[in-house]
Nanobody, 130 residues
Framework: QVQLVESGGGSVQAGGSLRLSCAAS??????????MGWFRQAPGKEREGVAG???????RYADSVKGRFTISRDNAKNTLYLQMNSLKPEETAMYYC??????????????????????WGQGTQVTVSS
């Protein structure tokens, strides 16, 4: 069982930046074998994919965050990051980290559908004020 713990959320003014972290532990497999993703869920809305990264460091972003958000991973530290710049008030949400182990030795092509992931963190709140 993989445990994921997010941190780094907080309150920021529009146009500001935050860096989220997700520490992974457990699972019994090398962290590098997992595809990782960031999702967010605003009150009354569905959870949506923000960014994903696979074992080869290939990344995928939702159109709404391209050019402003950067996902990265440090396999030596078992940690996933999300650098968020130029934040907007409508991006106020709970942000979740997610993981899925690759079906082969490594995980290729991290998607943005929540149904692709089977491990989830508890979330970290991001509030962007205007």
């Amino acid at each position: 069982q993989v445990q994921l713990v997010e941190s780094g959320g907080g309150s920021v003014q529009a146009g500001g930046s935050l860096r989220l972290s997700c520490a992974a532990s457990g699972g019994g497999y090398s962290y590098s074998r997992y595809c990782m993703g960031w999702f967010r869920q605003a009150p009354g809305k569905e959870r949506e994919g923000v960014a994903g990264i696979d074992s080869f460091d290939s990344t995928r972003y939702a159109d709404s965050v391209k050019g402003r958000f950067t996902i990265s991973r440090d396999n030596a530290k078992n940690t996933l990051y999300l650098q968020m710049n130029s934040l907007k008030p409508e991006e106020t949400a709970m942000y979740y980290c997610a993981a899925v182990r690759g079906s082969s030795y490594l995980c290729a092509s991290a998607g943005l559908s929540l149904y692709e992931y089977n491990y989830w963190g508890q979330g970290t709140q991001v509030t962007v004020s205007s």
